[in-house]
Each structure stands twice: as structure tokens, then as C-alpha cells.
């Protein structure tokens, strides 16, 4: 069965507007929500970047939906510090909250001035901070000496429930390289043959029998071209490829990079219609690849009325599936 949730944009809302958006998509039928975990935002114009474990404390108490938070556990957080953070979430709300770690983008981590690395040491030092994380999780006392340091550490509030880690990739080797060791992988919407590459790279490496989520990044509103002018001011910063978006250091460079970006350009990351037919036959496309959890982002600024209309219009459609 196919569960649809509701995206956490940090970067573009206000906390205060977003604890209202999670109760709203709640209410509307949406069955989770994702939460994005950055510094900074992806434009100057977007104007936000909320500290998201403050506000899955607020939301966890208010609603019932469960939740997820994309994060990089190894550079402006120590891994340990993370391994609290999620157990005291589960302490609170059992079974409701899972990590979805990722290597992590110059934008938000290098902000502590340490040396930035190449994927490769990134993501070395990914799988040592998940590996942290798992046995503090289960209570041992640790010490590690590697690409991340920690000495005598030790849960003594620990999760009551397994959290699950959910591995972040955007690319084919990403997805293979951590479909040995994660729970689960979630990916952004892309082009169907590349998004059918990371597919294919996650099931043959490991993650056959494991959940497949998708973070679908759609703009809705009543006309074509307001969702496409919608998705161009707030999103085109976010249609380059994984490693520049991973080298990129501030809002200033991303909108400086998306200068030439066109509005026609913007398809290729984003589901850009006003026809709700339409956005229905791209959900069932994802969920016939094997997609179990679909994300929706509307990345246009209008939040309200995507809540309600999908949520009257297009999640019916598939709470028989």
C-alpha cells in the first residue's frame, strides 16, 4: 500500500507556519511528514532555515503522524549528538520518527570551517557515523578512533522502539554503495531513466526486499503558468546536478549558478500542472517502480491550497490502492 506524506521545507516557512502546515496536512490525510535539517537555505529570496529537531519536539506532540529528517550526521553535529537527539524523540513517541542520513552539502556543513572533503571520505565517514549511532542505539559504550572521533560514550536514554535509518542518495552509486547497510532508501524525483538507474543500483547491491521512498518535488496551483512561475522563483536553485549541489557554499552562489536557468528547465526536477489527472498518473508511475512512500514538496509558496485540494482530490485516489 502506497502511503503519500506531506514535505517540511525548512527553508522556505517559518517554524511557526510549518507546525500549522503539518497539523493542516494531518487533517487533510497526509500520513507523514519529511522534514528537511538545514543551516541555510537554497536562495536568498527563500528567506528561512529553522532548526528542525526544535520543531519535531512542537509537531510530535501535536499531531499523529510519524516523521522523518534527512540529515548529515558527521560535520556540524557529532554523531552521538544525533544518536540523543533521535532516542529522546522515540522515548517521547515510540515508533513515530526515523533519520534518513546522507553524506551532506557544502551549504549547511562546512559553516564549521573544517576542511569540506571529496564524496568518497564523505561518505567513509557517513557509514562511521551511522555505525556510532546504531551501537549507542543499543547501548554499548563507545570508543572510535577513525574520520569521526568519539570516547566512553554512552546512551542512557535510548529509544524504546528501532529507529530506522533510511539512506539518502541521489545518484546510482550512492544507492548501491549504501544498500548494504541501510534500512531503507529515499531519493528525489529526476528524470525516469535516471530515477530508474538509482532503482535498479539500491535492489541489486542489497535493498531488494527493503522500503523505496521518493521525495516528489511537484508545483500545483490553478493555472500552468502560475505553478511554473511558482516553481522557477522558489526551486530553480535546486535543478543542478548532485555534486554541484553538494560543492555550492551559500544562497548567494546557488542563485548565483541559477541565473541562466530558464522556467522550461525546471521539468526535469519538478512535476510542473495545474491538471491533478496529471499528478495522479506521475504518482502511479512512481508507485509502479516500486516506490512505497512518496514525499509530496510543493515548492511554490502556496501550501494551503495544496494541502486541501490534494488532500481532497488526489489522495482518495489512492487510499484503496
Known sequence: MIRIGYHISHEQFPPSQLLQLAKQAEEAGFQFCISSDHFHPWSE??????FAWSWLGAVMAQTSLDYGIV?????????????????????MFP????????SGQA??????????????????????SVDMIRALWRGETVTH???????NAKLYTRPKKKIRLVAAAITPQTAAWAAGWADGLITVSQPEEKLEQVVEAWRKNGGENKPLMLKVQVS????????????????KTNVFASDLQAELRTPKQFDQAATFVKPEEMD???????????HIQWLEKYAAMGFTDLDLHNVN?????????????VLPHFWNK
Open 220 to 235: 500545483y496551483d490553478q493555472t500552468d503558468e502560475a505553478a511554473r512561475t511558482g516553481a522557477y522563483e522558489q526551486w
Open 145 to 151: 578512533h577513525g574520520l569521526v572521533k568519539v570516547e
Open 268 to 278: 526535469g526536477a519538478v512535476n510542473i500542472s495545474s491538471d491533478l489527472e496529471k
Open 301 to 313: 509558496t502556496k501550501q494551503e491550497q495544496f494541502i486541501r485540494v490534494f488532500g481532497e482530490k
Open 107 to 128: 551549504l549547511n556543513e562546512s559553516i564549521t570551517g573544517e576542511r569540506w572533503p571529496a564524496k568518497q571520505e564523505r561518505n567513509e565517514r557517513l557509514k562511521e
Open 95 to 102: 515508533g513515530r520518527f526515523w533519520m534518513c542520513p546522507g
Open 45 to 50: 529570496k527563500q528567506q528561512e532555515s529553522g
Open 71 to 91: 540529515n548529515c550526521p558527521a560535520y556540524r553535529y557529532h554523531p552521538a549528538i544525533i544518536a540523543q537527539a533521535a532516542a529522546t524523540l522515540d522515548e
